[in-house]
């Protein structure tokens, strides 16, 4: 089987409001970070099929022989294929050599990459391939990147397989599926992720997919239809935290102090919503200063909600300091503990403001990045923009 040459990428996430809170019934808002994750598939002739992940070091080729013995490990109940194939997932990690314990992110990577592939090339004739990504995003912080890089797999293969078509047209530098498609795509990253995180929720790779904002309540997941793009700047500390402590140590808090800190769920609650409703009305009337103004006031108070309930850091109070000293406004985004944060620009926001503050920021040992959210999902890109875009990824390693 021969495959076609493309090129696809996808956003990264962040949660604009109800870290925490949302893993007790409450709304999160998550959005579209426009830091982007790139894969090139392009075919080969030799009968071999590669993955190149210079992010995390991590190049491998297989001979096609060798993936062809895995195959009779599929199952072939068409009903399962929305379910995790656990035996097959064992025989890949046999096969790379990782049968016990939690894998690396290398690991990860390729166990995702080898069950995508021979998911939805298996049952025909596997093609020789090579796949290359590279990401804007850093990993490990909490923004989404495995997400991003498991749509992409789940789109490039689909649409190698024919399963989905390509978007492109001819004169286009970008090009969108169909919310079909897009919901094929979702599931088969679903499935990445699952291969990554064992159970994960499934927001970051519906972010990954649809891009904009999605509205998270109680496993329900409701992409929103518009959205304003709004720029950030993203702070990441760099200190290293564990989501699975800081998520028991929330609920420690509410089971000792329930009549003080279920309000303070209620009032993060009020809060997504608040801003689902400002960020709506920005879609259809014109934009002010109040608006901007209210999202502020917004940020700064679920940022002290989250220093109550515990996850707060002095890394990210530093940032909120740094950046509120030249009259912005930043919280916390994802586990908390450290991490990463985001700071609201408004329009009018110089670039002397700007470029300071980033540079009061790197002083304190962090790195951060001027981007939006709330932008496009998983695309199709004009493949002849991939120099100029693997340029840009050299330039941003060697930074």
């Not at 021969?2 to 959005?31: Q, T």
Request: include cysteine.
């Amino acid at each position: 089987m021969e495959v076609r040459d493309c090129l696809v990428s996808a956003p990264g996430k962040a949660i604009l409001h109800g870290e925490h809170a949302v893993v007790h019934g409450k709304v999160a808002l998550a959005v579209s970070l426009n830091l982007r994750t790139y894969l090139q598939l392009k075919a080969r002739s030799d009968g071999k099929v590669c993955i190149n992940l210079p992010n995390i070091d991590t190049f491998v080729c297989w001979e096609l022989s060798e993936l062809k013995q895995l195959t009779s490990f599929l199952s072939d109940k068409k009903e399962e294929m929305q379910r995790l194939d656990a035996e097959l997932v064992k025989r890949l990690r046999e096969f790379i050599g990782v049968t016990n314990g939690n894998l690396d992110s290398s690991a990860s990577a390729i166990l995702a990459f080898l069950y995508i592939y021979l998911s939805l090339f298996g049952s025909g004739d596997m093609p020789s391939l090579t796949v290359s990504v590279w990401s804007e995003l850093p990993t490990g912080a909490g923004l989404g990147s495995s997400a991003a890089y498991s749509v992409c797999l789940a789109a490039a293969f689909l649409c190698a397989t024919g399963n989905i078509p390509t978007p492109l047209k001819e004169w286009e530098q970008t090009g969108r599926w169909c919310q079909e498609d897009l919901e094929l795509i979702n599931s088969w990253a679903f499935q990445g992720e699952k291969i990554i995180h064992g159970n994960p929720s499934g927001v970051d790779n519906a972010v990954g997919t649809w891009g904009g904002m999605l509205r998270f309540l109680a496993g329900k997941i409701i992409p929103l239809s518009r959205v304003p793009l709004l720029r950030i700047l993203l702070t990441n500390t760099k200190v290293p935290r564990s989501t699975k402590v800081l998520v028991a140590r929330v609920k420690d808090k509410i089971n000792k102090l329930p009549s003080i800190m279920i309000p303070v769920l209620d009032s993060v609650d009020a809060i997504s919503c608040t801003c689902e409703k400002v960020l709506t009305e920005m879609t259809c009337e014109p934009i002010t200063g109040d608006h901007y103004n209210i999202l502020e006031e917004l940020i700064d108070i679920n940022q002290h909600h989250l220093n109550v309930i515990g996850v707060g850091h002095p890394s990210l109070d530093t940032v909120c300091q740094v950046t509120a000293a030249r009259g912005l406004h930043s919280k916390l985004t994802g586990a908390g503990g450290g991490g990463c944060g985001i700071t609201l620009l408004r329009p009018e926001t110089d670039s002397t403001t700007l470029q300071g503050t980033m540079k009061d920021l790197r002083d304190c040992g962090y790195d951060c990045w001027e981007t939006s959210i709330g932008g496009p999902g998983c695309r199709k890109e004009d493949s002849r923009r991939v120099r100029p875009l693997w340029r840009i990824w050299i330039s941003i390693t060697v930074l």
